[in-house]
């Protein structure tokens, strides 16, 4: 069994009810895990809230953190992704003096565009694998972006 | 039926078919309160403090096998119980502790008396609830109830504001829960239960683990006939203690930190566990990767992250112990006794190397003396209850058990002060049975006001107090561990526990010799009345074998042999 830290990410379905998500976190605080990325939404037409959650851990780790999250009471479901499409969201804020045509390029080559422009900034958006926000970050950084925000991870099986 | 809030809780009660209620009230409570005062289903008995509310809830439960029920205020009524649920959390206790809260008006206001109470209680509860709306509560009432003593049990916390108690709505109790998040699993795997008969069938030197679980699934005569007919040796953690009884020949004792000899050495030998509802706690396994290093390992739990938590299983199976072993008894012919003879011998032989046993010393009792006496004399009559230290490892190991919830005591949390209030619960739960209390003159004093509720309601707990004039299990670990540096724990100075008893009302003894304990336990019994029996003992004895923290098992510290000093 390999200890070392893996990336996993762990969708989580809980019934939309007042304090799960502190249950949630309070069992990974409790239990000395680690959260990367946490995403929250509820389930159209339906009692249920999907959570993803971005962690790292051993495998043995990984394998207590689904089951201890499956023994709350309001968890339906955990999944623990293998197969999956996985994306992430962020929004830059930049200054309007800065190159946009370079910048509407650099977007779109991570499904993104400008999306406003204001009088002093605009905002672009991008969606995208989150190792490849990463790197879309990285190559952003030459035009002096304001804030940058990332949305977390949210996943699906394939 | 159109009822207030607080109607619904003592309705509720009574459909669960409970007897008795411990409690303390308090202004966000009182509703409920004035709901008890007009009822007669069911007995409250008023603790002196929340916290022995809940232990003697935990002591009801362990030794009636229902759910305990305890009720307490907002505020400081609910922080003082706070030890007691996580004390349930730690030992799967099934209870429904209810707390009243602020009227949801002024939550959120930092009011008289408020806490965030379900924030502080989720993480040492099984589940919790913060009831909003009375048309909630009859649902609420009833799941607690279910969530508490299905599945894995445990503490469930309800707490209810003000008003919510004062609020009239329907009361309808004949509901069917719908709990689509929570379905326990309690059959096994019938694929994974073959496996792992066969893996026994094959096994050279099997040994049985016997764990908590199999008490908390009512599974202990199960368990017994499926040693018997397998004639596999077993050991019991201290949550286990009288699963088999201590004259069964196939049971070699308690194993762990101070397991016996025999014990921890067959642990260390055997080639298959077979865990039946434990949880490899650290007090049991000490230092990982040496326990049972040559075994692979069934394990049977209701929890299914308790499997494979610490030590990896070969065999998993979920599902309750007594589902789990009735099945495997129909496979129980595959199994030959015969081929285990030579490793009942070889355990045998460990027993003679280093008995479990203790020296006497002429000039003062010995505390192993005492929970062997007792034993002698009261045997199965006596339900036993301990605090935490050395008297309790002494009572664990040395005490004959004759059945399952004969012993009660604070095994995942270690709290001090749970013995007493614990015993309370455990005689109103078993009043035929006498109901003793080992307990340290550390411990005591930690729920000692406990004395006016036993004696208020007159349930006589005969509380032996094992006076060596030290907190003993930090003492031997400073002996031994911290070059002698007895920090803080030397007790001399000590309260007169004879007129401490008497001045509540109870009767006290001091004993410094063995008649003396005779005469005084034997007056206690008779007389039925709640009693402190001060006994005077060796204060440098230390609970042996010992297993240093993260130390292997079969690295055990020994008794010297006489005449080794």
């Not at chain 1, 989150?130 to 790197?135: G, H, W």
């Not at chain 2, 009833?142 to 009239?168: L, M, N």
């Not at chain 2, 495997?328 to 046993?357: A, C």
Request: aromatic content about 8%.
């Amino acid at each position: 069994m390999t200890e070392e830290n893996q990336r996993r990410v762990v969708s989580v379905i809980v019934i939309n009810e007042a304090s799960v998500l502190s249950r949630i976190t309070d069992l990974f605080s409790g239990r000395g895990y680690n959260i990367t990325s946490l995403t929250v939404a509820p389930i159209p037409d339906s009692r249920y809230s999907r959570l993803t959650i971005v962690t790292a851990g051993s495998v043995r780790v990984i394998e207590q953190i689904t089951k201890q999250l499956h023994k709350l009471i309001p968890v339906l479901r955990v999944y623990e992704h293998e197969d999956m499409v996985e994306k992430e969201m962020a929004m830059i804020k930049i200054p309007i003096t800065e190159n946009l045509s370079d910048i509407n390029i650099l977007c779109e080559a991570y499904n993104g565009k400008i999306v406003n422009t204001g009088e002093n900034t605009i905002i672009a958006i991008v969606t995208d694998e989150p190792k490849r926000i990463d790197n879309f970050l990285n190559a952003i950084k030459r035009y002096n972006p304001k804030e940058i925000v990332r949305s977390g991870a949210v996943a699906l099986e394939r | 039926m159109q009822i207030s809030g607080a109607q619904m809780v003592i309705e509720a009660f009574i459909a669960e078919g409970v007897d008795t209620v411990f409690g303390y009230p308090g202004g966000a409570i009182m509703n409920v309160y004035d709901e008890i005062y007009k009822q007669d289903k069911f007995q409250h008995i008023l603790n002196r403090h929340e916290q022995a509310s809940v232990h003697a809830a935990e002591g009801y439960s362990k030794a009636s096998g229902k759910v305990g029920v305890a009720m307490i205020t907002s505020g400081p009524g609910f922080t003082n119980a706070v030890t007691g649920l996580a004390d349930a959390y730690m030992d799967s206790i099934p209870l429904v502790v209810i707390s009243g809260q602020v009227p949801m008006s002024l939550i959120g206001t930092d009011a008289f008396q408020e806490i965030d109470a379900v924030g502080i209680s989720r993480s040492c509860t099984k589940h919790n609830y913060l009831v909003t709306d009375a048309k909630d509560l009859p649902r609420i009432l009833k799941e607690a109830f279910y969530i508490a003593r299905t599945g894995r049990p445990g503490p469930v916390h309800i707490d209810i504001p003000k008003d919510v108690t004062a609020q009239i709505e329907e009361f309808d109790y004949d509901i069917e829960l719908d709990l689509e998040t929570y379905k326990p699993h309690t059959k096994g795997n019938p694929r994974q239960i073959k496996k792992a008969i066969e893996a026994i069938a094959k096994a050279k030197r099997p040994l049985f683990y016997l764990g908590g679980g199999i008490i908390n699934a009512n599974a202990a005569y199960e368990v017994r006939e499926f040693v018997q007919k397998t004639g596999i040796p077993a050991v019991e953690t201290f949550m286990a203690r009288g699963v088999l009884s201590f004259d069964d020949k196939l049971l070699i004792g308690m194993l762990g930190m101070h397991g016996s000899y025999a014990s921890n050495m067959a642990m260390s030998e055997t080639d298959l566990v077979i865990g039946l509802g434990v949880r490899f706690d650290d007090r049991v396994t000490g230092k990982l990767s040496e326990f049972a290093k040559n075994a692979d390992v069934i394990h049977v739990d209701i929890d299914p992250a308790s499997i494979s938590k610490l030590v990896n299983a070969d065999y998993p199976i979920v599902g309750d112990v007594k589902n789990v072993v009735s099945d495997m008894l129909e496979q129980v012919g595959k199994i030959d006794s015969n081929n285990y003879e030579s490793w009942r011998e070889t355990i045998i032989n460990f027993n003679e190397l280093h008995p479990l046993t203790f020296h006497e010393d002429s000039e003062r009792i010995k505390p192993q003396w005492v929970v062997k006496r007792v034993g002698e004399l009261l045997g199965d009559d006596a339900n036993i209850s301990t605090d935490v230290g050395q008297h309790q490892m002494w009572a664990g190991q040395f005490y004959p058990f004759t059945r399952p919830r004969q012993f009660i005591s604070s095994s995942g949390l270690g709290t001090m002060g749970f013995g007493f209030p614990a015993a309370i619960g455990v005689k109103a739960a078993s009043p035929e049975k006498t109901s003793i209390n080992f307990t340290g003159d550390g411990s005591i004093l930690m729920n000692v006001q406990e004395l006016m509720t036993a004696v208020e309601k007159k349930i006589p707990v005969i509380n032996i107090i094992l006076n060596n004039n030290f907190l003993g299990m930090v003492r031997q670990w400073q002996t031994l561990f911290y070059d002698k540096r007895h920090s803080e724990t030397d007790l001399s100075v000590q309260p007169d526990f004879v007129k401490l008893a008497e001045a509540f009302g109870g009767i006290g003894y001091r004993v410094k010799t063995k008649e003396e304990f005779d005469a005084a336990l034997k007056d206690a019994v008779e007389k039925n009345v709640v009693a402190f029996i001060e006994v005077i003992v060796h204060r440098m004895e230390n609970v042996m074998p010992m297993v240093p923290s993260g130390g292997s098992l079969f690295n055990m510290m020994l008794l010297e042999k006489k005449g080794d000093k």
